[in-house]
């Protein structure tokens, strides 16, 4: 019970908390051509823009450290040919080539810790 | 030594035993912000209830010094009781002792209550809260954990199995809960994943705290592997408790109907769903506006909020609802939703729960994310789910009923008993936009003014197709109600559906899209 004071009138009345209704803004969201109007998910908003392979990089599709490396630079390349090894998941992984090619660049040197997703090798 | 003497014997082994791991490590468990085993049994069954057996139990480790071990209870506690007068089958772990690592007779005693459990069809309840594999035991935990996954297997479907995650379950330890029906999680102390953040830090050399990594609202929000989330313990408690009351004690059983009660009030069903299909709404009002006493359990609440899923009543008897949810996502299909709603069917079905669908649904989510999530696969689930329920299975469709999405959600062609939809219903086979884009196209491209015939087009398709009264004509709905009828209507479906019964070919169980 609080007092309140109107005009030298002295009020006695219950405050209660209002909650302050948020205005919801929402998405627009399309499928089949119709724009719907709703919220989205983090799922959703986070979701990653697909790209196509790019066969010219060699990357890496775990996290690990970089071993010993089994080419050169200038060197021509066949399918199943060993590239190099990766540390990664306690064990050694043997990296190797499913396409022909000549290596331009040697991204990563022996030792060197890589993530997922790096490029260890450009074709 | 007389009677008595033996008695007061027992009762010093008893007072010794219940102490689990002693004072210092309840004081630890409490500083943590957890209950002791013994006091969250307590807190889930009715009031001197519980019934503990092998509270004697002794481990038979003979190496790295474990022979000079005493482990009270060998660290879990198991027993039968009761809540809401429901007999239950319950386990314990007891972290205060040696961390409620599961070793050969901590498995054992698991694994007596889970066989009592089976044989006496009554649901069992399992809190989880334990370091992982007794590591000096060796393989005969991991003997344990495989024979506790085989009961979780040959129980599901049988009786309910409910898991309480409360402290750590990691490593093989968490494929328990996952084997079973109900996941019950709180904040801060749940704790669930297969590699900890060490062995993630060593072999891949990525950094994450064990709560970003599986904590309770990880498994909540984004993995799925949750179904309730509380902020405590007691919360939990009654979480469980109000679970308890919608669902049977077995297959054999119905769940006990409660009295029959009207909607309240305060939800009104003509006036929450929008005319315009392209506006958002929650669908969780139209289910409280049809419900006994508008009540709605929420299952998976803060996963896949696309679809909605949960436990209701009408005219007394428990009901399972599944509902697109036009507040998220336009209420679209999606990996996720397709399996929350799978799931949940086959749950209802294997314990004799009616199925309740309202479908408001713009059909399956576009995208190369989806299509590469195995869309097909898991979309799937929810034709074969819904395909496969012999349980009463009443529609209604709302609004939008699209392409794939209207096949999926309980269609007349899945062999739903009652197809309802309101006048605002659109079955079509896409959007009047998409569609009219489609049909007219060679039209609307060589006229001077596109746009201008795009529209024309689209009102002519809407005019045509965006309505009930096509898949009325020709039996695929059953009536078009007013939106104040749907609770009357649904009522008596119920009551009328009691004694269905179908056959299915005999086989000895389907493969379906896992």
Not at chain 1, 2 to 24: A, F, S, Y
Not at chain 2, 208 to 217: F, N
Not at chain 2, 237 to 243: A, E, G, P, V, W
Request: glycine share 8%; aromatic share 8%; net charge neutral.
């Amino acid at each position: 019970m609080e007092n309140i004071k109107i005009n030298d009138d002295v009020l006695e009345m219950v405050l209660e908390e209002v909650q302050v209704l948020e205005q919801i803004e929402y998405s627009n969201f399309y499928i089949d051509d119709t724009k719907y109007k709703t919220l989205l998910t983090k799922k959703f908003e986070k979701r990653q823009p697909w790209k196509s392979p790019d066969k010219s990089k060699i990357i890496t599709h775990v996290p690990g450290t970089i071993g010993k490396i089994l080419v050169k630079e200038k060197e021509k390349i066949k399918p199943g040919q060993k590239l190099l090894v990766l540390e990664s998941m306690k064990m050694k992984n043997i990296v190797e080539t499913q396409d022909t090619g000549v290596i331009k660049r040697i991204c990563v040197t022996p030792g060197q810790k890589v993530s997922k997703g790096e490029v260890l090798i450009e074709l | 030594m007389s009677l008595k003497s033996k008695t007061l014997d027992l009762l010093r082994r008893r007072e010794k035993a219940i102490q689990g791991g002693g004072e210092e490590a309840i004081e630890k468990q409490a500083a943590m912000g957890k209950m002791t085993a013994r006091e969250r049994i307590k807190a889930i069954l009715d009031k001197d209830s519980f019934h503990e057996y092998d509270l004697f139990v002794e481990h038979e480790a003979r190496d790295f010094d474990m022979e000079k071990k005493v482990l009270h209870g060998d660290g879990v506690i198991i027993g039968t009781g009761s809540i809401d007068g429901y007999p239950v089958c319950i386990f314990a772990q007891d972290f205060t002792v040696a961390g409620g690592s599961l070793g050969l007779m901590h498995a054992r005693k698991i694994t007596k209550i889970m066989d009592h459990a089976l044989k006496l069809r009554v649901p069992l309840i399992g809190i989880n809260d334990s370091g992982g594999a007794r590591i000096q035991e060796g393989v005969s935990s991991l003997a344990g954990y495989g024979e506790i996954f085989f009961r979780n297997t040959l129980a599901s479907g049988v009786i309910p199995q409910i898991s309480v995650i409360l402290g750590p379950c990691a490593g093989g330890a968490v494929y328990s809960p996952a084997l079973t029906d109900f996941v019950f999680v709180v904040d801060k102390i749940s704790k669930m994943f297969i590699t900890g953040p060490e062995v993630i830090k060593t072999v891949l050399g990525e950094e994450i705290s064990m709560e970003d990594l599986g904590g309770a609202r990880v498994h909540s929000e984004i993995t799925g592997n949750a179904h309730f989330y509380s902020e405590t313990e007691e919360e939990c408690f009654s979480q469980i408790y109000k679970l308890m009351t919608y669902i049977p004690w077995s297959n054999e059983r119905k769940a006990i109907p409660f009295k029959s009660k009207e909607p309240k009030s305060k939800y009104k069903i003509d006036a929450i769903v929008p005319g315009d299909p392209k506006q958002p709404y929650d669908v969780r009002d139209v289910i409280k506006a049809v419900s006994d006493d508008s009540d709605f359990l929420e299952i998976q609440e803060y996963w896949a909020a696309n679809i909605i899923i949960g436990f209701g009543r009408i005219a007394g008897e428990t009901i399972g609802f599944v509902a697109n949810q036009p507040l998220v996502l336009a209420g679209v299909l999606d990996v996720d939703s397709s399996d929350k709603a799978a799931r949940f069917i086959r749950f209802c079905d294997a314990f004799n729960i009616p199925i309740i669908t309202f479908v408001d649904v713009p059909g399956y989510l576009p995208g190369i994310d989806q299509e590469h999530a195995g869309v097909i696969r898991h979309g799937a689930k929810v034709l074969y789910a819904y395909s496969e329920a012999t349980v009463p299975k009443i529609t209604v469709i709302l609004r939008k009923a699209y392409g794939g999405g209207y096949i999926a959600m309980n269609s007349r062609h899945l062999r739903a008993d009652f197809v309802f939809a309101w006048p605002s219903a659109e079955i079509a086979v896409m959007g009047p936009e998409g569609a009219a884009n489609i049909i007219f196209k060679k039209e609307i491209q060589a006229s001077p003014d596109p746009d201008k015939i795009r529209k024309l087009k689209i009102k002519e398709y809407k005019e045509k197709f965006a309505n009930p009264y096509v898949a009325a004509a020709k039996g695929y709905i059953d009536t078009v109600i007013e939106p104040k009828e749907t609770r009357k209507l649904l009522v008596h479906a119920i009551e009328v559906s009691k004694n269905k019964r179908i056959d299915i070919p005999k086989k000895k169980h389907g493969i379906p899209p896992f």
